[in-house]
């Protein structure tokens, strides 16, 4: 089975046995407990929702099959599941190696929550897998790694960094939210975990929050598993719905968002009042060789520099109408945000100014719209600039 055969269908195969239903689409299951015959016997093997759900379930058969992976799991939020999984997988005294250019929330659930619990991380420009090698510790457990980045679109050789970490222990996690399954596969370059946020283009149409996590080695799923269940941070079973009805979708989404993205990357580009433009399918993006080899389309996310103060970024957010200016990304409606006082205001100043994130920058998830009606809107709101 091909991908968009497989977002379709996987873990919704209708119950065509005896006394089976033959629901096409998986029913809501909202039952918080399951009655059981004998004290030992869970019925169907669930017994209480939040240990295991039948949508749940479903939905966690198609998060692995899209990542190629043996495993999937789903929790309540992305940061649910960046949560669990560094509590699962990592303890007192370790130390975590990530890109500096991560989503906001990430640093500050890693510098202000995990930190707390004697974990330790080192941030690096990944963009060269030497400075991940040359930051590992003796106590390195984990790379942490986001590619492209939120939001200034940089890249790290998967490969090549998941390499250096299996010669020497060190688990390998990428946070694949922003490629989605659909045009890059961190497991098939060597990872050992990919993650992601579902509320975006999984979920694909901003109506529903969760996060996932896929992955092939059975001992760290165990473990997963066993502190899904102990932390208890699942999605409930209408989000599960939510998210398995969005992902049928996921082919032909991301084609459309692709192929808008790229004609606003260029747009942009050749527009006199924008400075500069990060988008992996540009030739101009430093890393576009790279982009090339490692996904199979380059998504719907892209970030720019208007040429301009904040002010005039201000007056831009303020005049674009088709473009919602809102926090988020990945769904049908295109999105538009300054992440340096929205996604990413919790990191200081300093280290925003450091990894590249200036006042004049602006992030676009560019939607599936029209692609005339978006050039149009960014072209009113450009040229009163
Ligand atoms: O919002 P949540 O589902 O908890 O996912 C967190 C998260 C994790 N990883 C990446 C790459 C993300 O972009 C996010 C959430 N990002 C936004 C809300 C945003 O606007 O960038």
């Known amino acids: 089975m091909r991908f968009a055969t497989k977002a379709i269908h996987i873990g919704e195969e209708p119950d065509l046995r005896e006394g089976g239903s033959g629901d096409v689409v998986i029913p809501i299951h909202m039952s918080s407990t399951f009655a059981r015959r004998e004290v030992d016997k869970p019925t169907g093997g669930y017994e209480y929702s939040r240990t295991g759900n039948p949508t749940r379930h479903a939905l966690e058969k198609r998060l692995a099959v899209l990542e190629n992976a043996k495993y999937g799991l789903a929790f309540a939020s992305g940061l649910a599941a960046e949560a669990t999984l560094a509590m699962s ?4 005294g370790d130390h975590v190696v990530a890109f500096d250019d991560l989503y906001g ?10 930190s707390n619990f004697g974990l330790e991380f080192t941030y690096v420009d990944a963009r060269n897998p030497i400075n991940v090698e040359k930051a590992i510790q003796k106590n390195t457990r984990m790379f942490w790694l986001e590619t492209p980045t939120n939001p200034l679109m940089k890249l790290c050789d998967i490969k090549a960094i998941s390499e250096i970490g299996r010669e020497r222990n060190i688990l390998t996690v990428v946070d694949n939210t922003f490629m989605s399954p659909y045009f890059q596969n961190p497991l098939d370059l060597g990872a050992d975990v990919a993650l992601h946020s579902t509320t975006k283009y999984l979920g694909g149409h901003s109506d529903v929050v969760g996060g996932a996590i896929m992955l092939s080695n059975e001992e760290l799923y165990r473990k997963l598993k066993f502190s899904q269940n102990a932390i208890g941070a699942v999605p409930s079973p209408f989000d599960c719905f939510l998210v398995l009805r969005g992902i049928k979708t996921l082919a032909i989404r991301m084609e459309r968002h692709n192929f808008n993205a790229q004609k606003i990357a260029m747009y942009l580009e050749s527009h006199p009042k924008v400075k500069k ?5 540009l030739e101009s993006h430093p890393q576009h060789e790279l ?8 998504g719907g996310m892209l970030s720019f520099e208007i040429d301009g103060n904040l002010t005039d970024v201000k007056a831009f957010l303020k005049r674009v109408r088709i473009f919602a200016l809102a926090e988020s990304l990945g769904g ?3 999105l538009i945000e300054h992440p340096a006082s929205m996604t990413h205001a919790s990191i200081p100043q300093k280290e925003r100014e450091k990894i590249g994130i200036k006042d004049n920058l602006i992030r ?22």
């Open 291 to 298: 982009a090339k080899r490692q996904m199979s389309g380059f």
């Open 332 to 334: 049908v409606e295109s």
């Open 277 to 281: 433009v990060n988008y992996p399918g």
């Open 89 to 92: 997988l990592l303890k007192n």
């Open 364 to 385: 676009i998830s560019v939607g599936i719209e029209d692609i005339e009606d978006l050039t149009e809107d960014l072209t009113q709101a450009l040229n009163k600039a």
């Open 105 to 114: 929330g990430t640093r500050r659930l890693f510098n202000q929550v995990i």
